[in-house]
């Protein structure tokens, strides 16, 4: 069947990127911000006025809805989920965007900041992207497309699927969360009254990739405790926590393992905190790999460089404490290869082709997967996020919305 498509996703999208819904690490509430709540409300409202009926903002900032079955088929409940709030690494307050219409090919000079310039040869996506309309900030502050694009693809498919009853789907579920960039997305995440059986977050990069897999990750925490004596009087007795930490820090892989030496499926070891003074010192660390076994490989290696550093003081010690964080989603979603299949099946059925790649990094996706929800990562279009340079096209936000359409259909037609 072939679908005669007309989209709302960019009105869409530039009605909720000037909404500020940047999150913060250092609250302790849920969600971390209160603002982001206002876009909650606005996507809940925009919901209620399609006629779904259940969609309600809750008092964490989650959005919930429900698009109705139109079939008789015992279909999966599917879930298409996104976040609302932006990253805490750069400004998203006042966030003018600006619209490149067909695009012609070279550097993109953003007007309110003349100095931040989105070059091609940096940005090798934008050579796809000729003669699509680049939606961009002025220059001062993010977009927001991470993951207000995917936000904005899923109310469109809603209002298309809402307009189109000959589509026939199963029960839809729809999720926004909140805090997602501060790894605290899916926290408070309410899954028994979401009720569903799969989902799928719409926060990737380029057109046509659907992410199966993401890093595992543990966190690593190093105790030192020195021995402290008065430095006048230290010949021979003082064991210094902080040139310990040091000189671990240094032992570490120089031309491996890090983030800056590795790319594609090898993982890292990452110190990201040190603190301390003469008696006691503590160094952070992450710990990202594909394989739980590459993971167990780094922390042996780390521990390993610790012990080395400990023989040259004798008499300081040291504690090692290992913390999981997240797993590769792809240890769940390939006990049910089909979630997969029919997304790629989908991408192909608005003529792009389907690419399957890893995330090195986590998602919310993850972490539903590991809670009961199977939840790879299809794309929204996004690109450059966390930056001013971020930049993602209409065209690939219509293909994202067309995916979705057609994922609901093939769930209905194949069950
Ligand atoms: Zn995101």
């Known amino acids: 069947m072939s679908i005669g498509f007309t989209h709302t996703v960019t009105e869409r999208f530039l009605r909720y990127v000037v ?4 999150s913060d690490p250092s609250s302790p509430t849920c969600p971390s911000t209160e603002k982001q709540k206002h876009l909650g409300a606005l996507l809940a409202a925009e919901l209620q006025a399609m006629g779904l009926r259940d969609a309600h903002l809750d008092p964490y900032g989650y959005v919930y809805a429900t698009i109705a079955a139109n079939t008789d088929k015992k279909v999966p409940v599917i879930c298409f989920c996104s976040h609302m709030d932006t990253s805490p690494d750069c400004t998203g307050k006042d966030v003018k965007p600006q619209i490149v219409k067909a695009y012609r090919g070279g550097d993109i000079v953003l007007p309110g900041d003349r100095t931040q310039i989105i070059r091609a040869a940096e940005h090798p996506a934008l050579a796809d992207q000729i003669g699509n309309d680049i939606v961009t900030t002025d220059g001062t502050t993010l977009l927001g497309a991470d993951n207000k694009a995917g936000l904005a693809e899923i109310m469109d498919a809603a209002h298309f699927l809402i307009q189109h009853p000959e589509i026939k789907h199963g029960t839809i ?6 805090d997602e960039e501060i790894g605290r997305g899916v926290d408070k995440a309410d899954l028994k009254k979401l009720a569903a059986d799969f989902a799928y977050t719409i926060d990737g990069e380029t057109a046509g990739h659907i992410e199966d897999e993401t890093f595992s990750a543990d966190g690593a925490t190093i105790t030192i405790e020195g021995v402290s004596t008065h430095p006048g009087f230290a010949k021979g007795k003082m064991e210094h926590a902080i040139k310990i930490a040091a000189a671990i820090v240094d032992r570490l892989p120089k031309d491996t393992c890090s983030p800056e030496t590795t790319e594609g499926s090898q993982g890292f070891l990452h110190p990201i905190a040190i603190s301390g003074a ?3 010192a503590t160094l952070g660390f992450i710990v990202r790999d594909f ?3 590459g993971l167990r490989q780094k922390e042996e290696l780390l521990e390993s460089i610790v012990r ?9 010690t040291y504690r090692l404490e290992i913390k999981p964080q997240y797993r590769n989603m792809k240890q769940v979603i390939d006990r049910h290869p089909e979630i997969v299949d029919h997304a ?3 991408i192909r059925r608005t003529g792009l082709t389907p690419v399957k790649s890893s995330i090195r990094g986590g998602t919310d996706g993850s972490r539903l997967s590991f809670m009961g929800l199977p939840c790879p990562n299809i794309f929204a279009g996004e690109h450059a996020f966390h930056s001013r340079l971020e930049w993602v096209s209409r065209q690939d936000m ?4 067309q995916t979705i359409v057609h994922l609901a259909m093939i769930w209905e037609e194949r069950a």
């Open 19 to 22: 909404i500020d819904t940047q």
């Open 173 to 178: 579920k729809i999720l926004f969360t909140p």
């Open 278 to 280: 003469l008696e006691k």
């Open 291 to 293: 394989t739980d076994q």
């Open 308 to 316: 080395g550093v400990m023989q040259d003081y004798p008499r300081s």
């Open 344 to 346: 790629m099946e989908a």
């Open 398 to 401: 219509e293909k994202a919305v």
